[in-house]
């Protein structure tokens, strides 16, 4: 095997990943391989500074900062807009497309076609009523303000 194979397997290695034929073979190259063993070392403590590292989360003081900006609040808020918008355009052609191809398309009994309709003005009334119900409670819900 070359050096850039164990070269590979040094953090497996390190992290004791290696099964015990895996670990010898390791150990009997860095015998005869002064670069590799060179290598490891740096690997060694490489792998002890990162150990040290920890990701400080930011304090609740930072974040209600962070919030409370009127700039972050209104980009957040224009794009769940255009997000929505966007996706409620696409949701309606696409509706209207499906109803004038069903319309059109003569192979489809009548029955079906009614039946199909039917099942799309069904999901569309819930879609409506649901929206609607969630926009009422929210607008009325006493505790949005609060932090959950």
């Known amino acids: 095997m070359t050096c850039q194979h164990y070269r590979d397997s040094m953090m497996a290695y390190l992290d004791n990943e290696l099964d015990e034929e895996q670990r010898r073979a390791f150990e009997g190259h860095l015998a005869s391989c002064a670069d590799c063993t060179r290598d490891l070392a740096e690997f060694r403590r490489l792998k002890q500074m990162t150990d040290c590292v920890a990701f400080v989360e930011p304090e609740d003081r ?87």
């Open 62 to 148: 930072v974040w209600e900062q962070y919030w409370g900006n009127v700039y972050n609040r209104v980009e957040r808020g224009t794009g769940w807009i255009l997000f929505s918008v966007a996706a409620i355009a696409l949701l309606l052609y696409g509706g209207f497309q499906l109803i004038e191809h069903l319309i059109v398309d003569p192979t489809l009994g009548a029955l079906l076609k009614i039946g199909l309709l039917a099942l799309l003005g069904g999901v569309v009334i819930l879609f409506v009523s649901v929206l609607r119900e969630r926009i009422y409670f929210w607008s009325r819900d006493r505790y949005k303000d609060v932090r959950r």
